[in-house]
């Protein structure tokens, strides 16, 4: 038997090539974490490009000038919104945890009081099977209650750090000035030191990750805030005509943060919440938060189809797969960066799955 060497030797090197761009994703997202401050900036700088531009050709002044208008407007914006948003996060989150042990409490007796009013001789459950059930229910709301308290205090620890706040803050700024006016230099000095193969294979590489991860991912983080100021603005809005809803900040970034998540969406949130309202007596906020899931499901349904120009036309169970991955490896940060992964993965190897994965890697 004659072994064609030529044949594995391709089918060798485009393993070996798939092992590398996810060994080189995994190295990215590391030094992204490390660089945190430098990669918001790139990210704000996406989205203020647009504005830059519009004014440099409405007004013919130069592009730094251009820059550093547009950027004190919204530096002021966000520096004005984070010192509320802060200051509600701390009055929030210290009057949550002081009234943690209250709420646990009062769950604890609504579960009992539910469990009580079962008829078990009906369903045929032994005493030993209804105590199990009840214990199993009150180690689940003690996680549950532990987890909320960790979550809060890490919330809170992280935001009166107020020195290493400071300096990310700092250099995301200067960061993002920089980017911004000095944007053509940059990309100079780039195919300056670089061969001129490399910067050709690295552009089409990059142009194409901005148009279908940046584009998408842009797009995803403005549906999502659009839908963080729709429940941030009705929660509050309840809170001042009467309803009860005491932490209006803290539930409108737990809705954000399921929103973010794909798949899951605000109404992962908003509809237990409600039925939970409804359950307890509470119509009026069961209607409210209703409202305001109906005004969020409109506003995407009209907004989603101008902002996200194409869909990354992977079906949802690859995209659960994903997230499931990321968890399993990294926690719940991974339930964001593993869709993330599977698109750039799509978009490098878009010629191989389109002609089928094992085929493009063993057809000779």
């Not at 938060?289 to 109906?294: M, R, S």
């Not at 009209?302 to 120009?309: F, N």
Request: positive net charge; contains cysteine; aromatic residues 12%.
């Amino acid at each position: 038997m004659v072994i064609d060497m030529g044949y594995w030797t391709k089918v060798f090197r485009r393993i070996l090539l798939l092992i590398m761009s996810i060994l080189g994703i995994f190295l990215a997202f590391k030094l992204a974490i490390f660089y945190m401050p430098f990669l918001i900036a790139f990210i704000i700088s996406l989205f203020i490009e647009p504005i830059i531009k519009l004014l440099m050709k409405k007004t013919n002044l130069s592009r730094k000038t251009s820059a550093i208008i547009v950027l004190v407007v919204v530096m002021s914006i966000i520096i004005g919104f984070l010192i509320w948003g802060i200051t509600s996060l701390i009055s929030e989150g210290a009057n949550l945890l002081s009234g943690l042990n209250d709420y646990f409490e009062k769950t604890y007796l609504m579960i009992q009081d539910i469990i009580k009013n079962i008829d078990f001789s009906k369903i045929q459950i032994s005493d030993e099977v209804r105590n199990t059930i009840g214990n199993s229910l009150l180690d689940f709301l003690s996680m549950i209650s532990e987890f909320i308290k960790n979550v809060v205090t890490s919330m809170l620890n992280i935001i009166t750090s107020i020195p290493a706040v400071a300096i990310y803050v700092v250099i995301t700024i200067l960061s993002l000035y920089f980017i911004c006016t000095d944007k053509i230099y940059m990309l100079d000095q780039l195919e300056h030191h670089l061969p001129k193969t490399w910067v050709k294979k690295i552009g089409i590489h990059v142009r194409g990750l901005i148009l279908s991860l940046g584009g998408y991912l842009k797009a995803q983080f403005t549906l999502i805030l659009i839908s963080f100021g729709i429940v941030l603005i009705g929660l509050y809005f309840m809170k001042i005509i009467g309803f009860n809803i005491k932490y209006p900040m803290l539930a409108a970034l737990a809705i954000g943060f399921v929103d973010a998540l794909p798949i899951l969406g605000s109404g992962t949130v908003i509809i237990p919440w409600a039925i939970i309202s409804a359950v307890n007596g509470d119509i009026k906020l069961a209607v409210g938060l209703l409202i305001v899931y109906a005004i969020i499901i409109i506003t995407r349904q009209l907004l989603e189809p101008r902002i996200v120009s194409k869909h990354i036309g992977i079906h949802p169970i690859f995209t659960l797969i994903a997230m499931y991955t990321g968890f399993k490896f990294i926690g719940v940060i991974g339930m964001f960066i593993g869709p993330i992964v599977l698109i750039i993965l799509k978009n490098i190897y878009g010629t191989m799955i389109d002609k089928g994965f094992m085929k493009a890697i063993f057809e000779r």
